[in-house]
């Protein structure tokens, strides 16, 4: 039972890391640049939901709160820290993307305390449910349907409507869309809205599964998930969820094999380290001379 | 000189020829590398160990620059093959891999470090003068460096690889010199480090140390040797100096990268030199 | 006379595109060669393939009798190869000068440890301030690159293939946008080189300067050869007048 008590939790880490990378790599897609930050609108939206909650007393309101409040942090991101400086080379905008995360998070310890906050009431954290002895808890079940929930919806939208339609079209052939009068500044407004959202889902389940919001919450996530988005082809959704998955069931079965010689959280660095000397274009990369 | 005062002057001696070092690859040759701290801690712990072992400290320091140069080396390789923006992820990796698996390793002392490092036998205030004369002297190398044809090949890879190659110029060997040069010295630095502490844990070397290195590079002017020691000094004493500073760090780091990089681009060089530039024309 | 460049089957593919199929031809030491073809013909493509720029699907290339197949671009430029590329690629940062200059110190930057060892640049910028002079960019030397207009980055292009010594070089659209006066000037310069003894492989859509220059006149069409040899005899064949029609290129000519 142990081994599928380790399929439940890889799953459920793996749909959290989909929920978490699938905004970096679009704006990957999008814009190049390696938003590093991302992991603070995480941590943030995980905070919001637990403040929230705490002062309201409904989780429900904390979600709420959380997925409007990230997209217009995201958006702002994107204005005032990237939009100007697009036209220096990538690695000008992921520094200071950099800089920023390492400046919320000790903006989050000084606001919230080094220990971080708990939940006030969270009986969630605490619910598990016995099938024929594999436990599975409360949270790892919102976290497997939250992502189903999210990735069909995502499909939907960007398969089905026109606002999704010219996203898609814009993150493949910037030009093409642009010449089918898609408005490139507003697709990356939806991007960093809808990726922010996304990311804060995901850090608020973390909160709930932990029972806990400290800084460094996103912080491991945060490297975790550029090492995902490379591992599944820079700006692919499907391979981005993909190695989520893999990463999530990896790092589960992992710390049984390796776990005495590595660090579960370097795991991830192996795959990626191991995957660029096989392939250093990525899974899906082009060839280049 | 108290022995507060020796202990600053040192680590603000190591972190000029970490910064100095970074930039020669980051800035010089254009390979964004958020992983020094590798390096650092890959000469501290050889150091550590050489000199548990022997005692000698020629051999802590020779330990020190080889352990960070080979692995520098082999992160060199990978920068050869992948693109930019993939190698700065890979050298967070090298940096993350690094802790996790120095943290399990008993040979290596896991969370605990290495402690009882026998010490150099020049005291405190000997040790700090052998880490400025060793300051001293990467940065006056940096300074060679960067006025021989090396630093003028070094700037055309780091601009463009291919109109390099198409004036003879081999990308390759030129970044495997620069990974190799910049992470011998930040081996040398780590082993400095082992001298200083006689203490080791690997939570000195994490990710947080390699953005710090990187703040000092991008806020003294990326490719600067002197703007990088200036903000080498500036960033190691403002902390000491406020205490405000010292208590939100980060904060403080991170908001001067943040700002530095969205108003000037180019770093405090940039900007000290357009004004000497608009004094003259003036 | 003796071949500086042969391609024996030289062919690559850009997914459904078949940009270069199966070249083969020769080219002696001394000569003067003009690549002509319509848009997308797979003349750059083929000029990136001898620099090295790209690896080839298949097919040989040999420079100066070597097999240089493997080789990287630096080691084919130092075993005497040059090239201007179509869109300009000039180190924005550094100024003109330390752009000829770079070019012109080969000798120095053949290996890192080499260059480490030297310092003095003062040869090398002699001779990139003659190199500047000879294609007209005296005054500009002290600007940086990035600050210079199309035209002059053209010409700075072809001071920099100069400044490497090359036997052979590949001008991938030398011309394209300098006026009528300077695109003369060019190709003043271009010929003055071709007489110091250096072969020259020109690649333009400017066919009455290429009909003027060249002793000799490669057609492509659709990555293949369809006519070589003497120009005017090459441009009256009617394979290579068919795949000019319609891309409004005889017009011009005989404009
Ligand atoms: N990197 C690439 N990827 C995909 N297709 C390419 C690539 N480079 C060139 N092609 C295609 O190969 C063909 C040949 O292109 P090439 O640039 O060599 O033509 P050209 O003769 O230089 O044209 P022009 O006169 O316009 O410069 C074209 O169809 C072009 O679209
Ligand atoms: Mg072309």
């Known amino acids: 039972m142990y081994y599928i008590d380790l399929a439940v939790t890889g799953v459920s880490f793996g749909c959290m890391y989909a929920m978490m990378s699938v905004g970096l790599t679009l704006?990957?897609?999008?814009?190049?640049?390696?938003?590093?930050?991302?992991?603070?609108?995480?941590?943030?939206?995980?905070?919001?939901v637990v403040l929230v909650a705490n002062a309201t007393g409904s989780i429900a309101l904390g979600f709420l709160a959380a997925v409007i409040v990230t997209p217009l942090f995201g958006i702002a991101i994107y204005r005032l820290l990237y939009e100007p400086l697009l036209r220096y080379r990538p690695d000008v905008p992921m520094i200071a993307s950099v800089g920023l995360l390492v400046l919320m998070q000790d903006a989050f310890r000084i606001m919230f305390g080094e220990q971080g906050v708990t939940f006030r009431q969270n009986a969630l954290s605490f619910t598990t449910f016995d099938f024929h002895g594999v436990t599975i808890s409360a949270v790892q079940i919102a976290l497997i349907v939250t992502a189903a929930v999210v990735f069909a919806g995502l499909h939907l939208f960007t398969t089905r409507t026109r606002t999704g339609l010219g996203w898609r079209a814009t993150v493949?052939?910037?030009?093409?869309?642009?010449?089918?009068?898609?408005?490139?500044?507003?697709?990356?407004?939806?991007?960093?809205?809808?990726?922010?959202?996304?990311?804060?889902?995901?850090?608020?389940?973390?909160?709930?599964?932990?029972?806990?919001?400290?800084?460094?919450?996103?912080?491991?996530?945060?490297?975790?998930?550029?090492?995902?988005?490379?591992?599944?082809?820079?700006?692919?959704?499907?391979?981005?969820?993909?190695?989520?998955?893999?990463?999530?069931?990896?790092?589960?079965?992992?710390t049984i094999f390796i776990g005495a010689w590595l660090d579960r959280d370097a795991i991830a660095f192996l795959a990626l380290i191991v995957l660029l000397m096989i392939r250093p274009q990525g899974f899906t990369g082009a060839r280049t001379a | 000189m108290s022995?507060?005062?020796?202990?600053?002057?040192?680590?603000?001696?190591?972190?000029?020829?970490?910064?100095?070092?970074?930039?020669?690859?980051?800035?010089?040759?254009?390979?964004?590398?958020?992983?020094?701290?590798?390096?650092?801690?890959?000469?501290?712990?050889?150091?550590?160990?050489?000199?548990?072992a022997t005692a000698s400290v020629p051999l802590a320091l020779l330990a020190g620059v080889v352990a960070g140069s080979v692995l520098g080396i082999l992160v060199g390789f990978a920068s050869l093959r992948v693109r930019s923006d993939f190698l700065a992820v890979s050298t967070i990796g090298v940096n993350f891999l690094f802790v996790g698996f120095v943290r399990k390793q008993s040979w290596l002392g896991g969370e605990m470090g290495i402690s009882g490092i026998p010490p150099t036998g020049f005291g405190a205030s000997g040790n700090m003068i052998m880490i400025l004369l060793l300051a001293c002297a990467t940065v006056v190398f940096s300074l060679y460096?960067?006025?021989?044809?090396?630093?003028?090949?070094?700037?055309?890879?780091?601009?463009?690889?291919?109109?390099?190659?198409?004036?003879?110029?081999?990308?390759?060997?030129?970044?495997?010199?620069?990974?190799?040069?910049?992470?011998?010295?930040?081996?040398?630095?780590?082993?400095?480090?082992?001298?200083?502490?006689?203490?080791?844990?690997?939570?000195?070397?994490?990710?947080?140390?390699?953005?710090?290195?990187?703040?000092?590079?991008?806020?003294?002017?990326?490719?600067?040797?002197?703007?990088?020691?200036?903000?080498?000094?500036?960033?190691?004493?403002?902390?000491?100096?406020?205490?405000?500073?010292?208590?939100?760090?980060l904060l403080v780091f991170g908001g001067m990268l943040v700002l530095v990089i969205r108003l000037a681009p180019g770093g405090l060089a940039a900007l000290v030199h357009n004004l000497f530039a608009r004094t003259r024309k003036a | 006379m003796s071949a500086v460049l042969e391609l024996d089957d030289v062919a690559i593919r850009f997914g459904g595109v078949q940009a270069v199929g199966g070249v083969t031809r020769t080219v002696d030491a001394g000569d003067f060669v003009g690549l002509i073809g319509p848009n997308g013909a797979g003349k750059t493509t083929l000029i990136r393939i001898i620099a090295g720029l790209l690896r080839p699907d298949r097919g040989k290339v040999m420079l100066g009798g070597s097999d240089v197949t493997g080789e990287s671009t630096s080691a084919r430029v130092r075993a005497g190869l040059a090239l201007t590329h179509q869109i300009v690629r000039p180190?924005?940062?550094?100024?003109?000068?330390?752009?000829?200059?770079?070019?012109?110190?080969?000798g120095y930057t053949s290996g890192?440890?080499?260059?480490?060892?030297?310092?003095?640049?003062?040869?090398?910028?002699?001779?990139?301030?003659?190199i500047l002079g000879s294609v007209g960019l005296t005054g500009t030397e002290r600007r940086l690159a990035g600050e210079l207009p199309l035209g002059q980055l053209k010409?700075?292009?072809?001071?920099?293939?100069?400044?490497?010594?090359?036997?052979?070089?590949?001008?991938?659209?030398?011309?394209?946008?300098?006026?009528?006066?300077?695109?003369?000037?060019?190709?003043?310069?271009?010929?003055?080189?071709?007489?110091?003894?250096?072969?020259?492989?020109?690649?333009?859509?400017?066919?009455?300067?290429?009909?003027?220059?060249?002793?000799?006149?490669?057609?492509?069409?659709?990555?293949?050869?369809?006519?070589?040899?003497d120009p005017w005899e090459v441009m009256a064949n009617p394979a290579v007048q068919e795949a000019y029609v319609g891309s409004g290129m005889m017009a011009h000519a005989e404009a």
């Open chain 1, 27 to 48: 704006v990957y897609g999008l814009l190049r640049i390696l938003h590093v930050a991302h992991a603070a609108v995480f941590a943030l939206g995980a905070y919001v």
């Open chain 1, 172 to 254: 493949s052939r910037p030009k093409i869309a642009a010449s089918f009068g898609v408005d490139p500044v507003k697709v990356r407004y939806l991007n960093f809205a809808i990726g922010s959202a996304l990311a804060a889902v995901a850090g608020g389940l973390v909160a709930l599964l932990n029972n806990l919001v400290d800084p460094s919450i996103g912080f491991v996530v945060s490297y975790k998930a550029l090492a995902i988005i490379v591992l599944g082809g820079l700006g692919s959704v499907r391979g981005t969820l993909v190695a989520s998955l893999v990463l999530g069931l990896v790092e589960a079965y992992g």
């Open chain 2, 3 to 52: 022995a507060y005062t020796i202990s600053i002057v040192s680590i603000i001696g190591i972190n000029v020829i970490l910064a100095v070092s970074l930039n020669m690859i980051s800035g010089f040759c254009g390979q964004i590398s958020l992983g020094h701290g590798a390096f650092f801690g890959a000469g501290a712990y050889a150091a550590a160990l050489a000199m548990v």
């Open chain 2, 145 to 249: 460096v960067s006025r021989s044809w090396m630093g003028f090949a070094f700037r055309a890879v780091g601009e463009d690889e291919q109109a390099a190659a198409t004036l003879g110029i081999g990308a390759g060997a030129y970044k495997l010199a620069a990974f190799g040069i910049g992470t011998a010295l930040a081996g040398l630095a780590g082993a400095l480090y082992a001298f200083f502490t006689q203490f080791i844990t690997v939570d000195a070397f994490d990710f947080i140390l390699s953005v710090m290195l990187m703040a000092m590079v991008v806020i003294g002017g990326i490719g600067s040797t002197w703007g990088v020691v200036a903000a080498a000094v500036g960033l190691t004493l403002l902390p000491e100096a406020i205490r405000f500073v010292n208590d939100y760090r």
């Open chain 3, 91 to 106: 180190f924005r940062e550094m100024t003109v000068l330390d752009n000829v200059i770079l070019a012109a110190g080969i």
């Open chain 3, 112 to 130: 890192p440890l080499r260059a480490l060892l030297h310092v003095s640049r003062r040869r090398e910028a002699e001779r990139a301030m003659e």
């Open chain 3, 155 to 229: 010409r700075l292009e072809l001071a920099r293939a100069l400044a490497v010594d090359p036997k052979i070089v590949l001008l991938d659209e030398p011309l394209a946008g300098l006026n009528h006066a300077e695109a003369s000037r060019q190709v003043e310069t271009i010929m003055e080189v071709h007489r110091r003894g250096i072969t020259v492989v020109l690649v333009e859509h400017n066919l009455e300067e290429v009909m003027r220059v060249c002793r000799r006149l490669i057609v492509l069409n659709n990555g293949v050869v369809i006519g070589d040899g």
